[in-house]
């Protein structure tokens, strides 16, 4: 049986994967960061985010490799080469998805967190 | 408490306060956590605004490496089979064979043009996003500073406000018409809509923005676009300049008016002279003349070096092997990724209809149905006015006899990476007047694009056409850019017909003219009733941009038509055989024999050692890559028309029709230049030294490497001239004066696509090859598949299956779910 944080670590897997497939929208994208931010879960850390979104865009990756021709082709325009464009998305999608969701987590969760122990 | 953790550097005063450093450490020390929960949203601030910012005209960060919207989303194969909503004008079935094309099974023809627009933004979206924007003149808005002269030339047209008002007038006109276009729009609609993220193509991820939803009235834009591509040049501009350069004599004799040795379209042409008086009777007209008109930045086009025009002939049964008539067209455009054309093949309530679409529009343009086939060259009229303004300074102009109001309008165009660019134009009764550019000059322009027209309905009626009767009367609604529409049915009868509208001056020279009175203006006229012939004697007819007629209508319709090589190349293979076969003209179609070899070779002879001429011993002017003398011919006939040039005038800007000028030089001894004469000989000479010069530059010191194919090469770009998006440069044979067309160099102009033609009575049979290929995904196996075999000169054969088999195709898209 998981326990009640890996479920949690589960969701936000899941609703990562998902949104980063399907919503194609970059302020959209914030909006699930956020959210994922607000569920209670204990002991959070900011390289826990971290590892969850790398863990997330692993799957997204091995689900639907990018076309090596779009590879060679636009990490060619880019500048960045094929694998470095691979390199720079996952930096970018990690540093964001991770600094959205523990300015979250930090300022709201705890907050929340903090009043419950205040009342308790 | 804050907690200290550097005591051992601070110091307590006697009223218990820190001073110095301690101070700063202890305010630290007190609003670290503070600082602790402030620092993500400060990093998370700063990290979006890195992202979000458009650095320059670079994509934005966010949109670029975000995994959620990145380029990394881009499909594989975005060609699956899909099974989509039924069309709102009924089911639709589309095969799509190995090249790309599709075969579109639809009940009625707007239900054609809903799939016809579907696939069209499934292939190019792209490239009509680009057209819709560079007509509207919001290029710059997505591609930056760069496209602001673009913008700013459109933008005075106004294209934007008045195609919606054409339209609704169209509309009323006809409404069979108007729901095929809303229908195309629809089906363009439809595929933005449904498109997966993935599908999106990737010049919109690089260019950081979304496609735009298509509208009925964008059908204006690809013929004002098309307008821009065969019709516009500002030679009246440089026409002025260069008559202020060299003064009216001088001018004169390197202008002519009339080519020298006529080769017309129509040989058979016959005009009363009341009719001519008629068609020029307008006003007398002033050229603007003085000291002072010098327009550095006047469009630099040079029509004889890009070669902008077309092929087409046709073959009646007298003349043609099988005795039944064969048409072939090859329209020459820059070759470009995506290709201009777009093959379809139309199976509509059961009738067949295949040939060349321009994503933008749902019309066949060059095809054939069951009974009729049909194509077209460049008419290469004048079509371009301007007018020189007398203006008092505060906004009037004068106009006859009396100061009007000049209208001011201002555009806003906005820019990518930069402030937004405000542009003031003015009104006038002779068109738009921009002064960015004209030496403080007020100069109106009346251009072809700004007339109202709508050549859907030609292209309507020629997809409809059962003989060449009805197709005339169906071309007789095509007005811009003016077309030489060749015809052909399976009944045996062929027709030339030359269709559009004409700017005919009383006096034909070019230049600036006075706009001081109203009726100065010259109005755009149909000629279509003195430019055709049908079923000629000699069993073909044929055009190749030269001029119509050998008659002096002739200079009032242009006086810088193409040159004649084309045309008399065509008729030398025709009249070489009795009778011809298809196998034959697609000879015709890879011709590379360049017949101003004519022309140069005596010159030659006549100014060059012995040993300079054994170059050229046993050719006979084929362009082919594997040979020497075709890069000394092409470099010096290039050469000698720069060097001509310098010597008229060391700043003419302005070249003399090519054709013209070499049989000039040919036919003198002594050239009249501004201070003077120059000696043919030494011209030619010094021409030929200033050849080998820049070819020993640029090939190396070993003549016998300097192989054509070295020398003249193709360059087939994608639009946006990204090189990872364009094809390397090849080895291409042909000239600019060749019948397989190969201008510029590198070369960039060629066939865009060619179509041959036989209407037997059973049902054409045709042989079709697009140059490029149908996709314009950069990733599709369609992206360019069909350069090799346009090198090569092969064609597909399509074959005209009516009834739709899924297993045929090995992808297709059906609107059939309910």
Redesign the interface.
Known sequence: MLKRNQYLYFIVLIALVH??FN????G???LVSAITALLPIPRMR?WKYSLLQLIA?GF??AL?F??P???E??G???KTGGFG??V??????T??YT??A??VY??ITRFIFEKRLANV | MPILRNKQTSIQTQDGLFVSMPTISVIRIKYLPMLRKLLPLLFLICWLFLLMHRWGTNPRFAWLFSYTTSPLHIDKYHDQPLELRESPYGAVQIGIDSLGVPSIFAPNDAAAAYATGFLHARDRLFQMEMLMRTVKGQLSEVAGAVALPSDRFWRKFEFDSLTPIWYAEYKIIDLELAERFEAYCAGVNEYIDIMHFGSLPVEFHLLDFRPTKFRPENMFYLIRYMDLVLTYNEDDLKATEARSLLGTNLYDTYFSLYPSQPFPIYPDFSISDSSYRELIKGKPEILAQGPNYRFPNALEKNQDELSLGSNNWVVGPGKSKTGNPILCNDTHLQIALPSTWYEVQLVVGGKLRRGMTIPGEPFIISGYNEKVAWGMTNATWDLVDFYELDVDGSGNYFLDGQWQPLQKFEKTIPVRGGNPEKVTYWRSHFGPVDTTGMNNRWLAVNWIAQEKSNEGMAFAGLEKAENVQQAYAAVLNFMQPPQNFILADNSGNIGLVTAGKASLHRDPAKGIRLGVRAENKVPFREVHQFLNHFNPARGWTASANQEHVNHSLSAHLSTRYEASSRGRRIEQLMNADEKLGVEELQQLHLDVVDLEWEIIKPMLEKHLSAEQLAYFAGWNGEMVIDKVAPTLFYSFKLTLMDELQKAIHPDLKYAPVYQEAYLFVLKKEQLPTYNGTVSTADLVKRSWESSWKQLTQKLGADVTSWQYGRFHQTAVNHITRLPQLSMPLFASPGSNRTVNVASKLPSTHAASQRTIIELTPTGPKARLLLTGGQSGRFNSANYHDQIDDWLNGAYHDPSPVKNFDVSAYPTSIQFTRK
């Open positions: 949104s980063q919503v194609h929208s970059f959209l994208f914030l900011w865009l997204c990756l639907k990018p076309d021709a779009v590879l082709t636009v060619s325009i880019v464009l691979i720079a998305t996952v930096l970018v999608s540093i964001t600094l959205v523990w300015t930090s300022w």
